[in-house]
């Protein structure tokens, strides 16, 4: 059986003294390491910087940290933009024990008032145009950033373009939105059979439901917490890739939560006329 563990992480920022988020950071990676996490994604922006000046960067420290441990980490952090000085991309980068992997710089919303005059960000976001795939433990990942998993059609080109596992780190959420955020992540696992996983800063504010960590398969709620701290599941790779590569029907064995073969038998063809390079519906 081919099994991935891989691990969120929800914490609280120290927004006082933002460089100190870098050792906080590899404290959790390597207390999902010695879990057996092989995959650790931290938050959106963290351990940062999440808003100018860009007056640190741990790359250099998580990097050395995916080595020694020979782990991949999902970081986050806002991007300068060459020439443009007033605008950033909002990134997660890949570190892995051969140094960085990639990285996804957010593609959606395109208004500006999403990270502009916040108390937490306050910097002027720019929208990315790339959606790339990684191939990371032996699986295929992909990468979303907090509120795009509004958005179902970034997770379905993700996941025609290979993705497995999609990360969908956020910032902090509106506790009105809690149950809306909990639905949509498993949504977005049972439409596309991914793994779906999701984590966030705790800011402080935020009472009877803290945050939301949450690791998905398409059939289950496989880990889930509200409470600071590293979040572990394991990932069924064949179970997955055999939920893709069979046919929808009445007597699929074991289906529970999903049908089988949605990424080739449920769609409409005309949709994918004008789709990006690279993103169709898969033949098996």
């Known amino acids: 059986m081919t099994t991935l563990r891989i691990a969120v992480v929800q914490t609280k920022p120290d927004v006082d003294d933002p460089p100190k988020n870098v050792a906080k950071a590899i404290a959790y990676v390597e ?3 010695a879990q057996g996490a092989r995959i650790v994604c931290l938050p959106e922006t963290f351990p940062g910087p999440w808003r100018p000046p860009l007056d640190y960067d741990g790359g250099a420290e998580l990097s050395a940290c995916a080595r020694d441990l020979d782990v991949h980490v999902i970081a986050g952090t806002i991007e300068a933009i060459e020439g443009d000085a007033d605008h950033h991309y909002n990134s997660l980068v890949v570190y892995g024990p051969a140094g960085e992997v990639g990285r996804y710089r957010r593609t959606t919303p395109q208004g500006p008032w999403i990270y502009a005059g916040g108390s937490f960000w306050d910097f002027g976001y720019t929208a990315a145009d790339e959606l790339p795939v990684f191939e ?10 907090c509120s795009e998993v509004y958005v179902p059609e970034l997770a379905r080109a993700l996941a025609l373009k290979g993705a497995e596992i999609i990360f969908m780190p956020a910032g902090l959420w509106k506790m009105s939105q ?3 955020w909990r639905v949509l992540t498993r949504a977005r696992a049972i439409e596309n059979l991914a793994y779906t996983a999701t984590c966030q800063n705790i800011l402080g504010h935020e009472k009877e439901k803290p945050g939301l960590s ?3 398969s398409p059939e289950d709620v496989l880990a889930e917490s509200t409470i600071e701290g590293v979040l572990v599941a394991d990932c069924d790779l064949d179970r997955l890739r055999m939920l893709r590569r069979e046919e929808d ?3 699929f064995p074991g ?3 999903c049908k089988a073969g949605v990424l080739w038998q449920w769609y409409q063809p005309h949709l994918y006329a004008d789709a990006p390079d690279g993103v169709e519906p898969s033949d098996r």
Request: charged share 25%; net charge neutral.
């Open 178 to 180: 809690w149950d809306t």
């Open 136 to 145: 990371v433990e032996g699986a295929t990942i992909g990468l979303l950033v």
């Open 214 to 216: 949450m690791i998905c």
């Open 255 to 257: 289906g529970k939560a």
């Open 31 to 33: 207390s999902a390491a």
């Open 249 to 251: 029907r009445r007597d």
